[in-house]
Every structure is written in structure tokens, then in C-alpha cells.
């Protein structure tokens, strides 16, 4: 039997509601990738610090995560977008974890332009298969997608 597993990074708690609307709808399993050190500030120097960290390519510990991924076929992976990709502590997530043989899929939120997020993530899984990601616009913390599309989505998952 598949057994998938909702994987996440959430700054604004936007992806986080995704990733528990997806796990609400489908039973899987959830984890979420927490970085060691929280980022603290208000959003707009949150927003300042990702922007140098994306553009270093810094990747911020990572806490262990509470799974083991030999135990999942699937991973419904959830992402903000920062600075037109996905954020440092799932660029580190992709580096520390081997994913080969497993189906990828990613849910991205953002509040402007997903830019190549998608392309990176499918660059970032060496060796898996990166298939059926959505996109998902928020204005602030309120979703700008209609809620039926994601409500198909998930029930492709």
C-alpha cells in the first residue's frame, strides 16, 4: 500500500493551513521541517533576511524530522515562496535527505510570483518524480485561489 506524507516549511502559518487542510482530506501522515534557530523580527526584516539567504544559498539547520522517510512512497512537499523559489530551510531539507525512487508533490503558496520554485524543487529531487504541483496565491493570510480548485487538487492526491 502507498503511504504518503505531508512534508512542509511554514513561516506565516499559509502553508501550514494547506498542509492541514491536505492531511484533514486524505488522512496522510504530517511533518514539519522547523529550522533550529525561528526567524524573529517583524515580516518585512523576515522578508530582508530571506532575500540575502536565497541569494547566498544559505541553508539554515534543520531540526530532525519526527518520521522516517523510508516509511513513505509519497511526500506531498509544501513550500512558500521566497524570493522566486522555495525557502533556505527546504533547500536544506533537499540537500540533508535522500529522496530517490519516491513521487514528489509539491504544494507552493506566495503572495506574488512563484517564479521557478517548481523548477528548482524538481532540480532539488535527484532521482524522484516531481509531478501534479499547485500553485497557491494568498493576499496576506487569506487565500486568493478558489477554494474548489484546491479541493480538486487534493482529491488527485
Not at 75 to 97: C, D, K, N, Q, R
Not at 134 to 151: A, G, H, Q, R
Request: glycine content about 6%.
Amino acid at each position: 500500500m502507498e503511504k504518503k506524507l505531508i512534508l512542509y516549511y511554514s513561516y506565516t502559518n499559509n502553508t501550514k493551513k494547506v498542509a492541514e487542510q491536505i492531511q484533514k482530506a486524505t488522512g496522510s501522515d504530517i511533518c514539519e521541517i522547523e529550522t533550529v534557530k525561528p526567524y524573529t523580527g517583524d515580516y518585512n526584516s523576515v522578508v530582508d533576511q530571506g532575500k540575502q539567504e536565497v541569494h547566498r544559498g544559505y541553508k539554515p539547520a534543520i531540526k530532525p524530522l519526527s518520521v522516517d522517510l523510508e516509511n513513505y512512497n509519497t511526500i506531498i512537499l509544501g513550500t512558500p515562496v521566497w524570493w522566486y523559489t522555495y525557502a533556505p530551510a527546504v533547500a536544506t531539507f533537499l540537500s540533508e535527505y535522500d529522496l530517490s525512487g519516491k513521487t514528489i508533490i509539491p504544494f507552493v503558496t506566495n503572495g506574488g510570483w512563484i517564479g521557478h520554485t517548481i523548477k528548482d524543487i524538481e532540480k532539488g529531487c535527484k532521482n524522484a518524480i516531481v509531478t501534479n504541483a499547485i500553485d497557491i496565491k494568498f493576499d496576506t493570510d487569506k487565500m486568493v485561489m478558489p477554494e474548489s480548485n484546491l479541493e480538486k487538487w487534493i482529491a488527485c492526491l
